[in-house]
């Protein structure tokens, strides 16, 4: 039971440039949700999903894209990196009548 | 709108000794749960303690018990026997509990420093 699993671990992008932060869970999750953290703050959530084809925006969502066509999978899409995206990337699953959130390792992403 | 708010930036306690940091939260939906996350410098978020809102006691996970004052709308971590490893950032986080699937509110945390 590997959790939830985020790669890559580290990432430098340019402004301008897109790429896709990955999460798996393979705890058979409902839930499944993206915060990002930056310096100083606590997790701001981006946007979440309730189930396979279902997705909701969160509290900071603008220049984020997600899906979620799988239970197992939920990426994090950035269209165009711009430098206020530079933050650390956190994704999240619980399931349904769990409290407990469990987190992936993170993925620090800086945008230059 | 929910709101969580931890007004200690940063906090020292001396090792075996006990500390309390503070959260307070806002919400005008009746059911709701509180939880505490650590985070050491490793930069992982490690779940730490839950309250119900309708839970009548105070939950107790080991060194680790929640302060809940519902008319206060507060939920105090209290550490016991402090560690020097329990020297991290601590976060408070609230989330609704029904038809929110895994959304969490958090604070912005207070820095916990444990010294020998």
């Known amino acids: 039971n590997a959790g939830v699993t985020q790669t890559p671990k580290f990432q430098v992008l340019k402004t301008g440039q897109s790429m896709t932060l990955q999460c798996a869970q393979d705890m058979n999750h409902e839930y499944m949700s993206w915060y990002r953290q930056d310096p100083g703050m606590g997790l701001r959530l981006i946007h979440y999903s309730v189930g396979a084809g279902i997705t909701d925006q969160g509290e900071v969502p603008n220049g984020y894209n997600v899906s979620r066509s799988t239970t197992e999978d939920f990426p994090l899409r950035l269209l165009s990196a711009a430098p206020s995206q530079t933050s650390v990337y956190f994704c999240?699953?619980?399931?349904?009548?769990?409290?407990?959130?469990?987190f992936g390792p993170g993925t620090r992403l800086t945008v230059t | 709108a929910q709101k969580i708010t931890q007004t200690q930036p940063g906090m020292f306690v001396q090792e075996k000794e006990a500390v309390t940091l503070d959260c307070t939260y806002d919400?005008?939906?009746?059911?709701?749960?509180l939880f505490w996350y650590k985070q050491p410098s490793s930069g992982e978020m490690i779940f730490l303690i839950y309250?119900?809102?309708?839970?009548?006691q105070n939950a107790t996970e080991g060194r680790y018990s929640l302060n809940f004052q519902k008319a206060r709308k507060s939920a105090n971590l209290v550490i016991s026997a402090s560690q020097l490893g329990d020297s991290a950032m601590y976060f408070c986080?609230?989330?609704?509990?029904?038809?929110?699937?895994?959304?969490?509110?958090f604070g912005q945390g207070t820095e916990l420093s444990v010294k020998p």
């Open positions: 999240a699953s619980s399931g349904q009548g769990s409290y407990e959130q469990y």
């Open positions: 309250q119900g809102s309708y839970d009548q």
């Open positions: 986080a609230m989330r609704e509990i029904y038809n929110q699937g895994g959304k969490l509110i």
């Open positions: 919400t005008s939906d009746p059911s709701y749960g």
